[in-house]
C-alpha cells in the first residue's frame, strides 16, 4: 500500500472540509481504511475507520457525528469528511490501512494495529 492524503488546508469555524486518501499501489480496494489525526503538541488520536466492503463503519466518540468516513473502491481512496470544524480540530490528519475495523472493536485498537499510513495533510480552522 502506498498512501497519501490530500484536501487539507484551512477553513473558519464552522466550515467543513473532505480529505482524500489514495493509494497509489491500487490495492485499497481491499484493506480497511482508519483515520486519526494529531493536534500540536498532543498524542495522535483516533477518529474511525471503515472496513474494506464498507459494511464496518466506527467512529470514536468525540467526534459525536460531525465527521463521515467514506470509500471508492473502484478509484481506490478513502475519504474523510470534515464538518461544523472547530479551532480545536486544527492537526495534522492520516490514513492508514492494512489493519482491522470493526464497530465493536474500534476502541480497542492501537496505532500499532496499522502497519501502512499517509503522510498525513494539515488542517487548521481559524476562529
Known amino acids: 500500500l502506498q498512501l497519501e492524503e490530500s484536501g487539507g488546508g484551512s477553513v473558519h469555524t464552522g466550515g467543513s472540509v473532505t480529505l482524500t486518501c489514495k493509494d497509489s499501489?491500487?490495492?485499497?480496494?481491499?484493506?480497511?481504511i482508519a483515520w486519526f489525526r494529531q493536534a500540536p503538541g498532543k498524542e495522535r488520536e483516533k477518529i474511525g475507520c471503515?472496513?474494506?466492503?464498507?459494511?464496518?463503519?466506527a467512529y470514536s466518540d468525540f467526534v459525536q457525528g460531525r465527521f463521515n468516513i467514506t470509500r471508492d473502491n473502484a478509484k481506490n481512496t478513502g475519504y474523510l469528511q470534515l464538518n461544523d470544524l472547530k479551532p480545536e480540530d486544527t492537526g495534522i490528519y492520516t490514513c492508514?490501512?492494512?489493519?482491522?475495523?470493526?464497530?465493536?472493536?474500534?476502541?480497542?485498537?492501537?496505532?500499532?494495529?496499522?502497519?501502512?499510513w499517509g503522510q498525513g495533510t494539515h488542517v487548521t480552522v481559524s476562529a
Open positions: 492508514a490501512s492494512n489493519g482491522p475495523c470493526s464497530r465493536f472493536g474500534w476502541r480497542f485498537y492501537s496505532v500499532e494495529a496499522y502497519r501502512s
Open positions: 471503515i472496513g474494506g466492503d464498507g459494511r464496518d463503519l
Open positions: 499501489s491500487q490495492q485499497l480496494y481491499s484493506y480497511a
